[in-house]
């Protein structure tokens, strides 16, 4: 989807009406379409009715200033990715450096320049149709994620839950912002491969045959295959990749051994086999939590999983950082036994 100039729609917000209407005539005249609000508050309730493809406003104005109207709409994450643009005077700079911290992502001087105006604008239009072409694509991957774990009745929520245990042991080994972000994505789509597998073995009580189980084993590679194209999705394919890898080098589908498996994968691994245990599935009841930390705790021992990354995750459900979901899943262990 590209914005073309015609359809860009743009707002303009200033509480001083010779600028709004030197605006809107600068910018009619370059094809664009124009909303106007004359302070923070009205250009929030504006953006709410419709969101504008690019926001151009005064910093100072009454009931809500620019700085704190930005800052609201790039605290949510529905309109986080609009545009601004910030007027400012000659003496602003306290103000500009405010500005810079919320996230404006341009400024112009007041009074403005036509050309620079008009440069600045059709930047940032470009800008924001590159996100939205990457955010559409993106959540064709994540909708198909979610579409395949819909066709198990059993992992109901499994994609959500691993996506949040595993940022939160992620956030507690102290990754970065990037890493984070790939654990709670690949909580979502790492098992995205397996539209290639059927349902009679998706779904099948009792344990694969050998032929099945090969089938099963290409999901991790099918799924960075169908990943590859997404630049945006660069830093969850190790984990897309690697999540079927086990420490003692018996997982798939590279064999990998102890720390050449990828730590975002081994995060994901370890919450993913968690969640296993606790949720009843078509081959093993529900364990409750000591059960299941039971046999986390004697699979580690026997080699299976990063006894580190294992050690962390097991204080974190014993100290309650992990297991808030455990009311939601506690009907399906009822139901089961
Ligand atoms: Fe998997």
Redesign the pocket.
Known sequence: MSIDKKAAEILIVDDQEIILRLLEETLKSEGYTVRMATNGMEALESVDKKQPDLIITDMLMPKLNGCDMVSKLKESSETRLIPTIMLTGLFDFEHKVRALEIGVDDFLGKPFNRIELITKVRALLKTKAYIDQLEDAETVIFSLALAIEGRDPYTNGHCQRLSEYGSKLAKKIGLDDLHIDAVRKGGVI??IGKIVVPDSILLKPGKLNREEYEIMKR??EEGERICKPLKSLTHVLPIIRF??ERWDGTGYPDKLVGDQIPLTARIIAIVDFYDALITVRPYKKAYNIQESMEIMETETKENKWDPNLMKVFLDMIISGEIDHHISEIKPIIYDYS
Do not use: A, C, I
């Open positions: 790492h098992d999901h991790p999540h079927q």
